[in-house]
Structures are given as structure tokens and as C-alpha cells.
């Protein structure tokens, strides 16, 4: 597999990528250059500068993942992306503390005039009664978007004596609470803040939420702050309405076009001071989301569950804990039951026993679905395309949860019904790690779900198995494990047999034809 970084992201991400994979390293390509080789990469890696557009997404014809090396998204089509079932996953944690911190910076600097003052100096003036500040004690703070970064501004106002409240409408009270701040409606803050900093993602709901109409409502010392994204505030509305005396300074890291264009009203304006996107500009910042995305990159390749996804439902790190030993076991149970269901599937069921039933278990209810189609169809199957694929094909998913289990603590039944039969599939986990299929159709049985596996239906009849294992040996094929067992219909027998190879058609043929096998199917689990 070919890796593409295409942004300068720390050397500790890149080398860890290259210890699984080829990595091509190319920064400041064109687009045309970058959509014209795109083809030969599975993964793509960016900060912010690459513009990963649908005409990108929609020439990488290979493309598995794409890994953002920090929090926002936006320069990446997600959509696209998600119609192609391609993994968009990001590192939100890495730099919160490296931006919570330069918004502390920007706050400071813009209130001590700080820049202006260095400037001044450095140009050979003493200005010390122009550049008078003001103090942040006392101050009311308002922020809007109480997330990781709003939060960390928050605790850290506080810590400065500051009144701090917040507008974030998919917070609760409690939450806030717990911050030790209050909530209040945006119109609510403006004529209460004397700073206001932004932390919130770019959306068409947020752009331009700071705009000449909301600026009329604010107090006329307020001073804001912006270390989130560029096109929540309307740039031309903010200059004017510094120059008219309605906001007394801005501190602004983030711009609407980057490298900003020097021509930008803002930089002509001494109220305002700037930074060239430096928030997540830290040392530290910069090894935590390289190899934080170097690490769901890795995860994405391998197919295992990804707890960074932007465009698959997240998954809470406690719940991905108790989940994460189950994942290879759920996706063989979908492998092994699509493989001996016939006719049409119409519908999956997915019961949850014991203790795995308390969490959110959809991620793996995905594996499942995901190992299913995987064996089915030719397109590659992920958990970001993998339930849109069942709806599109007719296949109705549903999860059955109960706590109650009779002989194993935790148990994974699939049902997988089709215009014919009723097939079921059932694992659990030995020890912590271990999965195993522990029923196949009412027989139970004790199996590990990898390799080959052979599973028959033959009468019950002296020389059966005797018959199956001669054809094998005499193709060279060899059984590493047998079961057999008496199914629910009388005089029918089961047999289960992992074998250390694939096994021809041709051989399958031959067994197929003995007298007495009623059917027999061949499982390869090292297809998905
Ligand atoms: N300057 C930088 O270098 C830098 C570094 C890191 C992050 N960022 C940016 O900072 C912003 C915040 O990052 P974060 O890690 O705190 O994200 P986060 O997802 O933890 O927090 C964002 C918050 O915004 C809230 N929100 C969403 N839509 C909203 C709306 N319409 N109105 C009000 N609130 C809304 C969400 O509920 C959430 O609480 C993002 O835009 C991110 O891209 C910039
Ligand atoms: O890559 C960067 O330096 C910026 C990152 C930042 O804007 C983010 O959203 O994480």
C-alpha cells in the first residue's frame, strides 16, 4: 500500500507510517499535479493546506483514507469522500492544548498591545501612553462553541478572574455547569462581552456568524478573538466596524483565503493584530496529531475500527474499549454466515448477550455487515460505506440487545434470512482476545474464525468423514481441526473442518459429489 503526505506534518507521524508502508512525502503540489497522481496512493495525509476537492477525491481511484493532521475538516470534501466510501478521519485532541494556549496569547497580546508595542520599539519609538491596555480581570469573557478548545479558554479565563459565558447549543447546562460557566443565547452575550473568542467549526451555519448586523449589538470596547476559521467572521464587516469605532481591536490567527491576501482590510488596521494560522503551531501539537493520524491511518489500512472518523458514527474511547477485542470476530460471523446462506437476504439480525449489550454496539454491528459484503461483492466494503451498501441493496439490519446469557458471558448471534432458509452464526470471546464461532446453525460447535473452513451436511452414516478426508489428503489439502455433530434434523449430520489451505473448486466438487454429503460449502476468512 502507497501512502501520499502531502503537507509538512512531524517527522515521528511519517516514520511511523513508513514503518508499515511506501510513504511519498510532497508538499505545495498543484492540484492538477496532485489529482494527476492520487491514483497511485491508498492513503492521503494533509494539514490544511491541500485542498482535497471532489475532483481530487473523485480521480483517487485507490484512495482508502484520508488523514487530517489536525481538527478541521474543511479543506476536505467529506461528502465526496463519503459517497466513495473513503475514510475521512482527523486528530481533534493533538492540538487543543497548542491553540487553547495561543488564543490565551492572542487574548493577552491584543488587551497589552503587545505587537504594536515590540513594533514600535523595535522601529526605534518609545510609545508608552499610546499603547495603555486593559486589564482581563473582571472582564466578561464570552465564547462561542464550548468544545475542547472553547472549554480550555474557558478554565483558563477563569483562572484569570474573568466572567465567562459561553453559546454553544449542542451543550447542555450541566456541562457548562461543570466548566463553572453559564450558557446564554448569542444575542445575549453581545452587549454583556468585552472579549469574545470563537471556537467553532466552519458550517453554513457558521459562516459569517460574526457579520455588521451582530457587530451593531456588541459593546463598543469589546475586542474578539478568532483562533477557530476564517469565514465565521465577515472580514470587510469586522474592518469597518473597527474603523467606526464599534469593536475596539480583533486578534486574528485564522483568515477566509490562506496565505491571506496582503490586500486583506484587516492587516491595514493597528487594532489588529495577526498571526499566520499558528494555532496548532506548537512542537508539541505537531508530533501529537502526526502521530495521532499516522496511527488511524495505519488502523484504516488494516480495516480495523477507527475512533477519529469524521464520516462514520463515532465511537467514545470507554465504549471502543469493551468493544474493540470483538471487532475481527463480528466481521468473520458476517463472512461465515453470508457464505452458508442461499437464495435472497432479505433481512440480518444482530443479538447482543451479557455485558456487550450495555454499550452502543453499532460500530460493530458495521464489522459485521462490512465482513457480509465483503465476501459478496467486488467493490471494497469499509465501515464508512458499509451500511449504505446493505440499504441500497434491500438488506434490513437490525440489533437485538438483552442481558441475559446462558453459557457464555458475552455472545454475538447473527441470523442472516433469506427467501429460502434462516441461517445462524454465533461467537464469543475466550479469555479477552480470543474470538471463536461457537454455533453454526443450532450445532455447536468451537471454531477459529480464520484460514479456510469447511462446512457439510451429510447423512448420518459410518465412512462419511472418511470419505471427505480422503478426497482432501489426496489433493494435498490439510485438516488442522474437526468437528461433527448431529444437527436438528434426524439422520443429518454436520461436519466443520479448518484446513491449513484454500481449497480448489475442483476438490470442493469432489466432495460435493460423494454419496450422502447434502451440501458443502468452503469459507476463505482471509478474503476480508
Ligand atoms: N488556529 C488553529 O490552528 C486551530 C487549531 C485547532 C483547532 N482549530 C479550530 O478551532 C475550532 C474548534 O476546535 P475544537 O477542537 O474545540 O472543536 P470541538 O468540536 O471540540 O468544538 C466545537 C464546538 O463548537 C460547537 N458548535 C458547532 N456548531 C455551532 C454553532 N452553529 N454555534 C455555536 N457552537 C457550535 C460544537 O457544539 C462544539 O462544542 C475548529 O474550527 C477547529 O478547526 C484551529
Ligand atoms: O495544520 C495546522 O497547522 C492547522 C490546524 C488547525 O487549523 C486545525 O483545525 O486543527
Redesign the pocket.
Known amino acids: 500500500m502507497r501512502i501520499l503526505v502531502s503537507d509538512p506534518v512531524s517527522a515521528q507521524g511519517v516514520e511511523l507510517l513508513q514503518k508499515e508502508y511506501e510513504v511519498d512525502v510532497k508538499i505545495k503540489l498543484p492540484i492538477e499535479e496532485l489529482i494527476k497522481i492520487i491514483p497511485q496512493y491508498d492513503a492521503l495525509v494533509v494539514r490544511s493546506e491541500t485542498k482535497v476537492t471532489k475532483a481530487v477525491i473523485e480521480a483517487a481511484a485507490n484512495l482508502k483514507v484520508i488523514g487530517r493532521a ?3 475538516v474543511d479543506n476536505i470534501d467529506v461528502e465526496a469522500a463519503t459517497q466513495k466510501g473513503i475514510i475521512v478521519l482527523n486528530a ?1 485532541e493533538g ?2 492544548i ?2 487553547t494556549e ?1 488564543t490565551m496569547a492572542m487574548m493577552l497580546a491584543l488587551a497589552r498591545n503587545v505587537p504594536q508595542a515590540h513594533a514600535s520599539l523595535k522601529n526605534g519609538q518609545w510609545l508608552r501612553s499610546k499603547l495603555m491596555g486593559v486589564e482581563m480581570r473582571g472582564k466578561t469573557l464570552g465564547i ?7 472549554s480550555g479558554v474557558a478554565k483558563r479565563a477563569l483562572a484569570m478572574e474573568m466572567n465567562v459565558v459561553a ?5 447542555n447546562a450541566e456541562q457548562a455547569a461543570a466548566i463553572g460557566i453559564q450558557l446564554l443565547e448569542l444575542d445575549e452575550i453581545f452587549p454583556l462581552a468585552d472579549f469574545i473568542t470563537l ?5 453554513s ?2 459562516k459569517y456568524l460574526l457579520n455588521k448586523e451582530r457587530f451593531a449589538k456588541m459593546k463598543p470596547s469589546v475586542r474578539i478573538i478568532n ?3 476564517g469565514g465565521v467572521i465577515h472580514e470587510g464587516d469586522l474592518a469597518e466596524a473597527i474603523e467606526q469605532g464599534i469593536v475596539a481591536g480583533a486578534a486574528i ?2 483568515f477566509e483565503k490562506e496565505p491571506v491576501n496582503p490586500e486583506n482590510p484587516l492587516l491595514k488596521l493597528d487594532q489588529v493584530i495577526v498571526t499566520p ?4 503551531s506548537t512542537a508539541e501539537a505537531q508530533v501529537g496529531v502526526a502521530v495521532d493520524v499516522a496511527k488511524g491511518i495505519i488502523a484504516a489500512l488494516k480495516g480495523e475500527p477507527i475512533a477519529t472518523a469524521v464520516n462514520m458514527a463515532p465511537i467514545q474511547s470507554h465504549v471502543l474499549e469493551v468493544i474493540r477485542p470483538y471487532f475481527n470476530l463480528a466481521e468473520k460471523m458476517g463472512c461465515l454466515a453470508i457464505n452458508l446462506a442461499e437464495g435472497r437476504i432479505t433481512a440480518v439480525d444482530v443479538e447482543y448477550n451479557g455485558e456487550i449489550s450495555e454499550v452502543d454496539t453499532k460500530m460493530l454491528t458495521t464489522a459485521m455487515i462490512k465482513g457480509l459484503l465483503n465476501s459478496i461483492l467486488t467493490e471494497h466494503i469499509n465501515y464508512v460505506n458499509a451500511p449504505g451498501v446493505a440499504k441500497s441493496r434491500g438488506i434490513k439490519i437490525r440489533e437485538v440487545k438483552s442481558k441475559e446469557t446462558a453459557n457464555f458471558a458475552n455472545l454475538i448471534t447473527v441470523r442472516v434470512y433469506t427467501d429460502k432458509k434462516t441461517h445462524v452464526v454465533a461467537g464469543t470471546l475466550f479469555g479477552h482476545e480470543e474470538g471463536r464461532i461457537v454455533m453454526i446453525d443450532g450445532y455447536r460447535v468451537d471454531v477459529e474464525p480464520q484460514g479456510w473452513l469447511i462446512v457439510g451436511l451429510h447423512l448420518d452414516r459410518p465412512g462419511m468423514i472418511g470419505y471427505v478426508g480422503t478426497i482432501l489428503g489426496t489433493d494435498g489439502i490439510n485438516i488442522n481441526s474437526m468437528q461433527v455433530g448431529r444437527t436438528e434434523v434426524t439422520g443429518t449430520n454436520i461436519m466443520v473442518m479448518s484446513v491449513d489451505s484454500d481449497v480448489p473448486a475442483a476438490t470442493m466438487l469432489k466432495i460435493k459429489a460423494v454419496d450422502g454429503i447434502l451440501g458443502a460449502k468452503m469459507i476463505n476468512f482471509c478474503v476480508i
Open positions: 489536525g481538527v478541521g481533534p492540538n487543543t497548542a491553540a495561543h462561542l462553541g464550548l468544545g475542547r478548545i472553547g453559546y454553544d447549543p449542542f451543550i471556537h467553532l467549526p466552519f458550517t451555519e457558521t483562533c477557530a476559521r490567527d485564522v494560522h499558528l494555532g496548532a
